[in-house]
């Protein structure tokens, strides 16, 4: 497995496995605790795994937590995604910053999306499972959604938008988000 930085987003990773393939299909390690640690981060920090499955289309996003932050490592296992991280760090280098990923089955890269990133993603596939890595439980109360299209972001989502959250429908814009956290 190797990890790599994410110029755009300070402090982000995608660590890519290394298939073994062969005549019944392939076999990779997704998660290895030297590896993360390699590049600074705890591997013990990590608490909760979740899923998510949607059919091409779906977007969900963009979301990030509000307080202390949430780091996740996002992976899509089955299908493809457009896989979509924006740095909302006020002291960081790459403060509004973006960097897309497509992220897919085959590969099983995985990105580390740092805390005070929003994340999002489109489904590419008939089917996509997105699987989640997160370093705290989820509180709804501290959940925070930006438009995912937002003009501002001006996100270059590949695929017309099916089916989205009513969350997502109806999130703020980004500047009505960072108008909000400065009061």
Known sequence: MRATEVPAIAGA??????PH?????????????DVVRSVGLDPDAFVQDSLSRSVR???RGLHLRSGAGEAKLVRCSYGEVFDVV???RKDSPTYLGRAFFELSGETQATVYVPAGCAHG???LTGTADVSYRIDRPHDPAEDVTIAFDDPQLNIPWPLPVTTTSRRDREAPSLAEVLRKEES
């Open 13 to 18: 990773y995608l660590f890519e496995p290394t």
């Open 21 to 33: 393939a062969d005549e019944r299909g392939f076999f990779c390690r997704t998660f290895d605790a």
């Open 57 to 59: 289309g779906v977007l």
């Open 86 to 88: 924006v740095d909302l």
């Open 121 to 123: 993603f489109q489904a």
